[in-house]
Structures are given as structure tokens and as C-alpha cells.
């Protein structure tokens, strides 16, 4: 009998917190005014949206005239690559990105290819890492944006951003873009020591609201709106912000800062203790095996499909997912793993499980068991239907 929900998708989103809705209610109710607005009410919400704004920044070691607020990491990216391509196309049409990023980077990459840019696809080991030195060699003078996610949502495998970061800056007037959407719950993200040009992150991931997101903008780096119509953002997106989900974003972003010293190494223990339990007999780790988000189990199962698993997990009360929410529903296997090396077979059998602050021992324990079980039936199931062939 299926018993309450064992939640290991945080990968995907994390729960709203209840701090997050408490920060929200009262600007919901009385702070409904456009912050646009030259009048009293208007000048209440800018005041507010303000505020929002420069604790987002503060987080990000930034100033407020370096965020532009969103509507979520997919926002965020479309405008880091394509502002940044389009502002850098007198310089040249050529775009570099890793061949395990989003899906939001690749399709602003492909959007732009379908435009006359060149799109370099920069490869990874069989972790999942880039190679600084192959960024290097991607680059000509007519590069004009380079991107790399901080962290991939699928694997979990932290990059070297900084050392990128550096080989990017050797070549004047390239911009440097990271996806830190999945990395921001568990990894300092001050911009400075990155040494980012533009940075994204998304609410829902830290336990904020969707649809609400923010781009850190280097001073002095230029990028082309994506979205037209008014002056907000300084002319760097339109549309009249919410100020609300701002405060949402803001209120998340700080309780992940606050606590991540100590949040981030005791997920990291239950997800060491839920790998020890799950590893072997055909049960192996993608991803690199120590340079990962805290977060992140990412395994391949053999002999079984991994959407089978997870489906069987989900009538047993465990949620979890085969890779990333944005490609559920397709029937190709994750462009990740392809790009690690795994050959499609093995690629069918990948299972993530994204562990979140709320985890506890005992859920981990429970998930184990039904793992183990669910992989198991998985395996039979397959052989059945061999059989049956």
C-alpha cells in the first residue's frame, strides 16, 4: 500500500518554504502597486522591489544594478546567450557552449544558429567535466559568448567555472555566461570569484516561487533585450516586474546562503548513505565521483529501464526522476549521458535521485529498500518482455 511521498526530485523544484510564503503574503495583499508608478502607491512597491533586489545582489557578492529580475533560469539564459551574441555580433557570430548544458542554453544556441552564429560544442570526460584547454582552443576572434553551466542538473558534476572563467578573459571583449540554476541551493555563488560575466539563477530551485528567476550582469558588459517594450530592468527587460516573486527569490536565496554551510554537508551524508545502499551489483554512479553537487545520486541501472524504475517507485511513494524534468516526456535518451560516452542501451537505464533540505534519514533508509526492490522487478520485467519477443 502506497504510504506518503518520499520526495527525491529536488532537482526539478523544491518544495515552497513556508518562510518564502510568509515574506510574500503581505505584498500580495498590500504591495500590488506598479512599481513603475510615480505615485505613492507606485513608489511603496519600488521601494519594496528594491529591497528585493539589492539582498538578491548581495547574495550574489553583486550590486543591484547588476540584476535583472526574470521569469525563471530559462529567461535568464535566453537573454544571458542570445543578448550577449546578438551585443557581440560586430565582433563575430560565433557561440561556445559544453555538450552537457541545459536545454535552455542549447536552444538559445540553436535559435541563434539558425541565424547566421556559428555554435561550437565544446566536449566532457566521462564525468561530465569540461576541459578548460578545450574552451581555449573553441575560441577565435569571433567569438562572442561562451557558456557553461556551474553544475549539471542531470549528473550533478561541478565544473571548473573560475578556470574557464580565466581562459575565457584572455580573449578581450568574449563574455563568460554560467547556468548556476541547479548550483545555487549548495554552492557559494559570490560572482567575483568566478569571475563570471553573467550568471542565472531560478526561484523554484531554493524553495521560492516559479516564475521568478534573476541575470547578473557584469558592469560594462552589453547585452541585447530579448524582451521588448518598457524601460524596466534598464531597458534590459521589459515588462512590469513582480514585485512579490522578487521578494519570493530574495527570501529564498538568502535562507540557501545562510544555511548552506550547514545544509549542504548533511544532505551530502544521506546522499553518500543512500549510494552506499544502492551501488553495485549492476548499480553505477555517472557523474564525477567526488566534484558533484551534495544533492545529486545519478546512477545507470543494467538490465533495466529507468523509466520503469522510476515508475514503479512513484506507485511505491518514492518520487524521482531518469534526468531532466525540462525532457520528460521524450523518448531520446539524455544528450548528458550521450555526451559522456554512455551508448544509448546503458543510457536508457539512468534513474536521479536529488535529495533536498527536507530529506530525512529515514526517508533515505525507505527509498533504499525500495530501490532495491524496484530494480529487482525492473530487471524481470525486462527479461519478460525479451522473452515475450
Known amino acids: 500500500m502506497r504510504g506518503p511521498t518520499i ?91 559544453s555538450a552537457v548544458e541545459h536545454h535552455a542554453v542549447e536552444g538559445s544556441a540553436h535559435h541563434l544558429e539558425r541565424h547566421g552564429f556559428e555554435v561550437v560544442v565544446v566536449p566532457v570526460d566521462r564525468y561530465g567535466r ?73 526561484g523554484h530551485k531554493l524553495g521560492g516561487p516559479k516564475g521568478v528567476g534573476a541575470l547578473y550582469v557584469r558592469r560594462g558588459s552589453n547585452i541585447v533585450a530579448q524582451q521588448h517594450g518598457g524601460g524596466q530592468e534598464r531597458y534590459r527587460r521589459a515588462g512590469t516586474e513582480d514585485v512579490a516573486y522578487a521578494v519570493g527569490l ?13 545544509v549542504a554537508p548533511r544532505v551530502a551524508a544521506l546522499r553518500d548513505r543512500l549510494a552506499s545502499a544502492v551501488l553495485g551489483d549492476g548499480v553505477t554512479l555517472t557523474g564525477h565521483p567526488t566534484e558533484r553537487l551534495p544533492n545529486n545520486l545519478s546512477v545507470i541501472v543494467a538490465g533495466a529501464e529507468g ?13 524521482c526522476s531518469t534526468g531532466s524534468a525540462c525532457a520528460t516526456g521524450t523518448a531520446d535518451v539524455s544528450h548528458v549521458l550521450t555526451a559522456m560516452g554512455y551508448p544509448e542501451d546503458e543510457a536508457r537505464g539512468a534513474v536521479r535521485l536529488s535529495l533536498g533540505r527536507s530529506t530525512t534519514d529515514a526517508e533515505v533508509d525507505r527509498a533504499a529498500d525500495l530501490l532495491r526492490d524496484a530494480i529487482g522487478r525492473a530487471r524481470d520485467a525486462a527479461v519478460e518482455a525479451v522473452v515475450e519477443r
Request: no cysteine; glycine share 8%.
Open 250 to 262: 530574495a527570501t529564498a536565496l538568502d535562507l540557501a546562503t545562510a544555511e548552506r554551510a550547514t
Open 307 to 319: 523509466g520503469t524504475v522510476t515508475t514503479m517507485l512513484d506507485l511505491e511513494g518514492v518520487a
Open 7 to 97: 520526495y527525491l526530485d529536488h532537482a526539478a523544484t523544491a518544495p515552497l518554504r513556508p518562510e518564502v510564503v510568509d515574506a510574500m503574503l503581505p505584498v500580495l495583499r498590500d504591495g500590488w502597486g506598479n512599481p513603475s508608478s510615480a505615485h505613492a502607491v507606485g513608489r511603496a512597491a519600488r521601494e519594496v522591489l528594491d529591497a528585493a533586489r539589492e539582498r538578491i545582489a548581495s547574495a550574489l557578492g553583486a550590486t543591484p544594478r547588476e540584476v535583472v529580475l526574470t521569469s525563471g533560469g530559462t529567461e535568464s539564459i535566453n537573454l544571458a546567450v542570445k543578448g550577449a551574441a546578438w551585443a557581440g555580433s560586430a565582433r563575430g557570430h560565433r557561440v561556445v557552449i
Open 130 to 202: 569540461v576541459d578548460p584547454e578545450d574552451v581555449e582552443a573553441a575560441i577565435t576572434d569571433r567569438t562572442a559568448v561562451v557558456s557553461v553551466m556551474t553544475a549539471n542538473n542531470e549528473v550533478g558534476t561541478i565544473q571548473h567555472v573560475r578556470e574557464i572563467a580565466d581562459v575565457v578573459h584572455r580573449h578581450r571583449g568574449v563574455l563568460f555566461h554560467t547556468d548556476a540554476v541547479q548550483a545555487a541551493p549548495w554552492l557559494p555563488l559570490d560572482v567575483d570569484a568566478l569571475g563570471v560575466d553573467l550568471l542565472s539563477i531560478a
